[in-house]
Structures are given as structure tokens and as C-alpha cells.
């Protein structure tokens, strides 16, 4: 007889235990879920900004190499920039040296919109003292809210 009962008895999970063993996996998985699309947000932006960084500091080269004309350099948001000079292909084309910031200001103004999202740029030159002339460069771009990036730098 205590060999039936032993044979009657469960052996094995109960559908409840099995439930909620799925129940705790799935909220686990989907906390990683949620780690894993946080850190390609995160990375993403990461990209952005370091973006922003290189076209600041493209921009500064740009002027640092056409000091003549650093008065040229600047420019304003929503400033598409001056076209008139067409292309200076800096050694190969015959461009005064206006004309060349006229087409860096272009060139670079069509960067930032190619390479960030709503990307738009201001450069700003400050008075000069001695020889040392103040440029400060704003970067904005678009993603999910407006950022701004700022470089200021002495020429």
C-alpha cells in the first residue's frame, strides 16, 4: 500500500512554479533590454558630441591657416554663408584670401548639416588685443533636445 500512495504522489514542477520561474526571467531579460537600448542611446550621443568636437576644431584650423582674413570667419546660425566666391580649391584655384573663408565658412556649414542631425554652427571673433584674436565656435545639433557645443580658442 505505501507503494501506491509513493506512485500517486507528484513528481516534478507545478505549473504555478513553472509560471513564475517565466515570470522572473522575463522581468530580468527585459531589465536587460533596457540597459542594452540605454547604452546605444548613450553611444550615440557619445558620437554626436565627439562630431561636434572635430568640426570645431576643423573650423579653427581652417582660420588658424587664413589668419589675413580671420575677420572674414564670422558667422551666425541659420547663416548659410556666401556662395558668390565659388569653389577656392585653397593652392589649385586662384582665391584671395575672403574669398577662401567664404568657402570654408560654405564647406563647413554643409558638413554640419551631412554629418549632425539638425547640425547648424556660429563662429564669432572677438576683438583682437595685440596679436592674439578671441574666436569662440558654437556647434548645435538635434537629438531628442538641442545640444551645444562650445570651443574657445585664442588665434
Do not use: H
Amino acid at each position: 500500500m505505501s507503494r501506491r500512495r509513493m506512485m500517486n504522489r507528484q513528481a516534478g514542477f507545478s505549473l504555478i512554479e513553472v509560471l513564475v520561474a517565466l515570470l522572473v526571467l522575463a522581468i530580468g531579460l527585459l531589465g536587460i533590454l533596457v540597459m542594452q537600448a540605454r547604452g546605444l542611446q548613450l553611444n550615440q550621443a557619445g558620437y554626436l558630441q565627439s562630431q561636434a568636437m572635430f568640426m570645431a576644431e576643423d573650423i579653427v584650423e581652417r582660420i588658424r591657416s587664413n589668419q589675413t582674413a580671420i575677420d572674414s570667419y564670422g558667422i551666425d546660425f541659420d547663416d548659410a554663408g556666401d556662395d558668390s566666391a565659388g569653389y577656392c580649391d585653397s593652392i589649385a584655384s586662384a582665391c584671395s584670401d575672403t574669398e577662401m573663408a567664404s568657402a570654408d565658412l560654405l564647406q563647413w556649414k554643409a558638413q554640419l548639416a551631412d554629418v549632425l542631425p539638425q547640425g547648424d554652427g556660429r563662429v564669432e571673433i572677438g576683438a583682437a588685443s595685440g596679436n592674439l584674436v578671441p574666436v569662440t565656435v558654437q556647434i548645435q545639433f538635434f537629438q531628442g533636445e538641442t545640444y551645444t557645443y562650445q570651443l574657445e580658442t585664442t588665434l
